[in-house]
């Protein structure tokens, strides 16, 4: 038996006996004032990331990414030069310049947005790309994570995860840097679904 197995055995054996209801979890009163789609670009921003409401994603490429050569798309709306859907090993992803994906909504409070793996085809391409744009309808942003973690979506995947702006260290000397495990950048458009 390996040193894995054994361990857990162990906490197999010696879990409490009997079902255990978890506490019911609050709602917390959280005033947007009205402005939800403004406060998420706010906090997406001060997390690093940029935020736009609307545009198409042709001009933003060509503005913000005009030396991307290889761009994964996983949404209808651009089709980009690589289909994550045709990748047989995530590795393939590594000399991806920009991908684009769609969340499944974000979240007001963070400016974080919910990528799914249904959404993304292919898990590693939200981390391997230089550059990530995600397209959020400003109808799927919620006001805080409390109502995030309620949501089917959040529970019906085999791969959900919460992004708040670009990759990020400060370890080394205190130096901020972007990029440093994941994407260099992450930017989101608030585009309805089509």
Do not use: C, W
Not at 48 to 58: E, S, T, W
């Amino acid at each position: 038996m390996s040193a894995r197995d054994t361990i857990l055995a162990t906490v197999r054996a010696n879990q409490p006996q009997g079902d255990y209801a978890l506490p019911d979890l609050p709602i917390f009163p959280f005033d947007d004032g009205g402005a939800r789609s403004t406060l998420f670009i706010n906090n997406l921003e001060a997390m690093g990331g940029n935020g736009f409401a609307g545009g198409g994603i042709a001009d933003l490429l060509r503005e913000r990414f005009p030396a991307a050569k290889v761009i994964a798309s996983a949404v209808p709306d651009y089709a980009g030069n690589r289909d994550p859907g045709s990748i047989a090993d995530p590795r393939e992803l590594a000399d991806v310049d920009v991908a684009i994906v769609r969340a499944r909504f974000g979240v007001a409070e963070t400016g974080s947005v919910l990528l799914t793996d249904d959404a993304l085809i292919s898990n590693a391409v939200a981390y391997l790309a230089q550059h990530l744009i995600v397209l959020l309808a400003p109808n799927d942003i919620l006001p805080t994570l409390q109502e995030a973690y309620r949501r089917a979506e959040f529970h019906q995947h085999r791969y959900a995860s919460f992004h708040t702006g670009p990759s990020a260290t400060a370890d080394i000397e205190g130096v901020l840097i972007h990029g440093a495990q994941g994407v260099r950048s992450l930017t989101v458009i608030l585009q309805s679904t089509r």
